[in-house]
């Protein structure tokens, strides 16, 4: 299994809204990465987790909680976000953090904040 | 300070026809720098790998080239498909004994048109 799979694939949510982002890779990777990017701008790291410990924070704002239950599975936690923060969330897993540097992308969450 | 400059931002093209993506990056240390094809709304595909020693790299119809010296990649694509429309990523790794970057470029913007 070569895929990193992202659920919802849409996700409409108001400000005062708890809602949770999932990711999941089978791939037996150790790094896995969230990314967030607005319409026509590349990808911006959010964090960074190496062997399930959070390796980078990009100084993202705290209504943004990452969880790395286990090797396999990555969440990203919402909570009163701003309309702003409407973009497309993509995770990706690497053999290990860095490494060559190689990334496996999911296909994404569309994010809409109203 | 590490950027990757893609041109153009945007390329409107006629189906079957040969087009050429420019990306130069001031980045170091280099370790290594990949094209990516990202679909609208999906995340991004690795195309091509190309490390330090390597001036030439092909993938089906996608040829990428390197220039250590001066710095610059291209992405050739030959006999284009309405398939190729999407946004195209070159993506430069740094490993160094402190930690890694991966510096994204704003990516080029492919329209093949019928």
């Known amino acids: 299994d070569t895929e990193v799979t992202q659920t919802p694939k849409h996700l409409v949510m108001g400000m005062t809204n708890k809602k949770s982002l999932k990711c999941e890779q089978h791939?037996?990777?150790?790094?896995m990465y969230w990314y967030k990017q607005k319409a026509k701008k590349p990808p911006e790291l959010m964090f960074v987790y190496s062997y399930e410990k959070l390796s980078i924070n990009e100084s993202v704002p705290s209504r943004f909680s990452p969880e790395c239950p286990n090797s396999s599975l990555l969440n990203l936690h919402l909570h009163a976000l701003q309309p702003e923060d409407s973009a497309l969330y993509l995770c990706?897993?690497?053999?290990?953090?860095?490494?060559?540097?190689?990334?496996?992308f999911g296909p994404g969450t569309r994010l809409t904040v109203l | 300070k590490n950027q990757v400059e893609q041109s153009p931002q945007s390329l409107i093209i006629l189906e079957g026809k040969n087009c050429t993506l420019q990306c130069n990056y001031t980045v170091s240390p280099f370790s290594n720098l990949r094209w990516y094809k990202q679909d609208t709304g999906r995340g991004p595909v690795s195309l091509t790998i190309?490390?330090?020693?390597?001036n030439t790299k092909s993938n089906g119809r996608y040829t990428a080239t390197l220039d250590a010296d001066t710095k610059q990649s291209s992405l050739h694509i030959t006999a284009s498909q309405l398939s190729d429309s999407a946004s195209y990523i070159c993506?430069?790794?740094?490993?160094?004994?402190?930690?890694?970057?991966?510096?994204f470029g704003a990516g080029t913007r492919l329209f093949v048109k019928a």
């Open positions: 190309m490390t330090f020693s390597e």
């Open positions: 791939m037996g990777h150790r790094a």
């Open positions: 990706a897993s690497s053999q290990i953090s860095g490494g060559t540097g190689e990334q496996f």
């Open positions: 993506v430069v790794f740094s490993l160094t004994t402190g930690g890694f970057k991966t510096i």
